[in-house]
């Protein structure tokens, strides 16, 4: 049984900093490109990161660029998103996803999704 799950979500200033951690288990996590999306309430769920296999190759939206990192551990089965300057935009529960790298184009080609954690950056 595959489980994504995700931590390090919380209420956060705006301009400060957050870094979520996904662990990964049942699962071979080396062969399986990772990322994260967002969504907000009433809108869709949204890219935010991900990054390939051996974390070489890494794409991010153009909202967040420059202000979040993605990276991965493959010893530990975990991925991470550092979250710098946050924003009230930015408000969001943040699911870990798993599947081939083309999860950047959209939640359809994620193999796995973790439950989700809370952001909130109040305005």
């Not at 071979?28 to 809108?43: C, D, L, V």
């Not at 769920?45 to 939206?61: D, H, K, M, P, Q």
């Not at 967040?64 to 991965?72: A, D, L």
């Not at 999860?103 to 952001?119: F, K, L, M």
Request: net charge positive; with cysteine.
């Amino acid at each position: 049984q595959v489980q994504l799950v995700e931590s390090g979500g919380g209420l956060v200033r705006t301009g400060g900093s957050l870094r979520l951690s996904c662990a990964a288990s049942g699962l071979t996590f080396s062969i399986y490109s990772m990322g994260w999306f967002r969504q907000a309430p009433g809108k869709e769920r949204e890219f935010v990161a991900a990054l390939s296999t051996n974390g070489a190759t890494t794409y991010y939206a153009d909202s967040v660029k420059g202000r979040f990192t993605i990276s991965r551990d493959n010893a530990k089965n975990t991925v991470y998103l550092q979250m710098n300057s946050l924003k009230p935009e930015d408000t969001a529960v943040y699911f870990c996803a798993a599947g081939p790298i083309r999860i950047y184009s959209g939640p359809r080609y994620v193999n796995y999704w973790g439950q989700g954690t809370q952001v909130t950056v109040p305005s």
